[in-house]
Every structure is written in C-alpha cells, then in structure tokens.
C-alpha cells in the first residue's frame, strides 16, 4: 500500500523544521551511523494514531540563488506536486505576513487539502491571536509550538482525516520493482532504454499517492518487473527540479517503493562523494542493492581493471560489502543481460526466510568457535535467536544484556550469516534483545 505524503511549507523560520523533527520523532534506521553518509532531514516516514505517511520539509529544499519569494514559490509547488496533504504552517507572534498571503495564493491553485497550522503558540493565553488567520482562507487554523510540543495531535488528527480514501494495492507480491539512483549523468536513463530494448512497454500512471511517478512495467523471462519512476529520472521541466535536494527527494521516495535499488556509477568519472551520499540512502532505508558500473566501454582495460575497480567500490562503499556489482555498458548494451539475474538473486536474499533451527545452529557454532569477550567480567551469552522480518531479513538475539552486544561481534555473528545463508545483495539487520 503506498503511504501518503505529507508535505510542510510556509516561510522561513517559522518552524517547519522544528514540527518536522517533532512528527517525525527519533526514528532510528537500519544503520544508525554509517560514516560519511550525511542524513538530509527532508524526508522521513512518520506515524500518527498508527496511520503511516511519508513527510517533507519543503523548507529544507533551497532553490540556487533563488530570491525570496521565489523560494517559498517554489516550495510551496513542490509540496503540491509531491503531497497528498500540505501543512501550511504560519507563525503566530507575528500575525498574517504577505510572504504568508504569498504562500496561501500558490496553494489555492491546487486541490490538494490544506491544514493550517499556527505555530509558535506556546501558551494558551496566546490563542486568541490566531483568529486572524483565517483570512488566509484554509478553515480552521491549528495553534501548536513545534518547540514545545503542543497542538500537534490536532494537527495531525486533521492531516490524516484528509488522507485519500481507498487507495489500492500498488503491485503483485511475485512481481519484483526496482530503481535505479545516481547522480545525473551516469547512464541511468540510457540503460532503462538498453533494459527495455525492442521489449513492448507498457507505462502505468499510478493513481493516489505517487502523483507524478511514472513506472514501467517489464517482462524479461517469462517474469514480471517493474521500473520505479522512470519519469522521475527524465523529469526536467520545472525550476526546483534541477535541485539536488529535490533530486535526493525524488530518490528517497522511488527507493522506497523498490525492492531493489541500483546504484549506478560511471566508470569514466569514478567515484565521488555524492555517489557516497546516494549509496546510503539505498542502505539506510534497507533495500536490496546492486552496484552498476555503467560506461565500462569508454574506459581502457587490461585485466586489472575489474579488480581495481571492484577494490575502490569495496573502499567507498564499506557499508555495502554485500552488493553485488555489475559492470557494463548501456550505450553497447555489452553485458546488460547480467542485470536482471542479479536483481533476481537480491530480491530472493532479501525475502529469504531461514528455518529457526537452522539459523541457531549456526549462530550457536559461531558462538562456540569464537565465545563473545567479557565486559567488566560479564560475558554476553546468547540464547536464541529468531528471524522476525523479511526484506531485509531481520533477525532478533535474545541475550542476557543486549549492551553486551558490541558492534565488532554483531558484525562477526553477520558475517557468519552470511557465510551459511548468502544473502548476498542484502542488508541484513540483528536486534539483541534481554530474554524475558
Ligand atoms: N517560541 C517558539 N519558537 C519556535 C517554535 N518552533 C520553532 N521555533 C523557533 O523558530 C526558529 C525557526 O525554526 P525552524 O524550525 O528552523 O524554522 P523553519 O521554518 O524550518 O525555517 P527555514 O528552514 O528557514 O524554512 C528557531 O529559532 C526555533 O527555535 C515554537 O513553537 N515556539
Ligand atoms: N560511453 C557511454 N556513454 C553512455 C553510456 N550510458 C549512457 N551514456 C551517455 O551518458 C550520457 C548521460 O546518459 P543518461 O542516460 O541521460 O544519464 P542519466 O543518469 O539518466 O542522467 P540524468 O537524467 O541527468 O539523471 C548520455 O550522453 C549517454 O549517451 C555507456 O554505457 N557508455
């Protein structure tokens, strides 16, 4: 089921990332800190009355050099384009502002719900000065303080009442989707072309929630795929869309609807920081990964350079030691055939389940070869384990002290996972947990 979409606009400084923080809570993903990888808190999933949606900070996506009004212009467009609910957020120590009026004229245009949200009311002796916001023609204003806390549960009762009703499955279970992310210019489009080839293409516009994302369906052996928001790669047109942080949205939100993503690199240009930063994204959300060398044609080789390249990725990408990597050229279309065997294997690794049994033999193995160290003269011991999720594969230790469980042995126990199960293409999660 596709979640909703939340988007906050209004102008700057009056809060909209101090109420992001606050809907979104700490939510702690797959991998709390991957070392280079620098989170953009623009986006993030977040749950209300246990109603899931998606949230963006529209606030946190600058426009170049854009002047002011630009600015807020454009964000409050992305929030219409992206969002199935806007919350338009106004501050109310300072009453109705004309950058406000600005906002307000931009989100009338679209019929998308607006809820108005009166920020900065942190004592209810302030309440009355809301009123005033109602000129601005979007109902009922909500008095919250993102700072303190407060209101937001009426807020958020009213966000979630506008969510679209019945919004339908998006895609079969058997049928695997897929994305490809990277910065501009590596090949992404041209090897959805190679991908597609004299295939007949059938592209569904899908209604509800994903406004604006264009997936292609794909039959390769008998097996049905799809290609997550091909249109999203090809989108140009509007101002904002050539922004990185719209572009970074744009990946989030097609990774997230992926069972698994490509990260795809250019072979000619190597490996740069932003190559970095949208490897973890794929990461972080705990999709299955393939890395794609695209170009491989352009460059020279002899037969180190596989290997040389292969050992750069490894020291870039440390994070995703278990993504298979795919060398080839969508321009001769010289090994795309390679691809979708790998994407096969990922999403079956992602999805495995192993058998109780089998899992705690192998862990009490590892366990026994190689006894977890003593901590100020505890040692961790290990009970049991039980796989409780797929995709990724997720596994709960129960132990005695789960603070016992240091990093370099939840790494050693993976590791051995990884040894008897493959899972190669997937991350893979371990939760230590006191035995009741
Ligand atoms: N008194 C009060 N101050 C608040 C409240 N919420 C946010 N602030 C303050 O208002 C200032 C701006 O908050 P931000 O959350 O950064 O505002 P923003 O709208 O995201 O700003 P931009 O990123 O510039 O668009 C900060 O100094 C916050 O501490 C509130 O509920 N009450
Ligand atoms: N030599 C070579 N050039 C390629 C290959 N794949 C793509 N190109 C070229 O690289 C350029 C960019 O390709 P696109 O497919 O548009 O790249 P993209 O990643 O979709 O780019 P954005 O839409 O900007 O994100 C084009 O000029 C392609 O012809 C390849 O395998 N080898």
Redesign the pocket.
Known sequence: MPKPVVAIVGRPNVGKSTIFNRIVGERISIVEDIPGVTRDRIYSSAEWLSKEFNIIDTGGIEIGDAPFLAQIRHQAEIAIDEADVIVFIANGLEGVTSADEEVAKILYRSEKPVVLGINKVDNPEMRDQIYDFYALGFGEPYPISGSHGLGLGDLLDAVIANFPANQSEEYDDEIIKFS?I?????????????LLGEERVIVSDIAGTTRDAIDTMYKYDGREYVIIDTAG??K?GKVYETTEKY?VLRALRAIERSDVVLV?L???EGIIEQDKKIAGYAHEAGKAVVIVV?????IEKDEKTMKEFEEKIKAHFLFLNYAPIVY?????KKRTHTLIPMIDLASENHAMRVPTNVLNDVIMDAVAMNPAPADKGVRLKIYYVTQVAVKPPTFVVFVNEPELMHFSYERFLENRLREAFGFEGTPIKLIARARK
Request: glycine share 6%.
């Open positions: 490809l990277g910065r501009p210019n590596v090949g992404k489009s041209s090897l959805v072309n190679a790669m090809r140009k572009s795809v250019n072979a000619e695209n170009k491989w044609d352009a080839l050229s969508a321009l001769t």
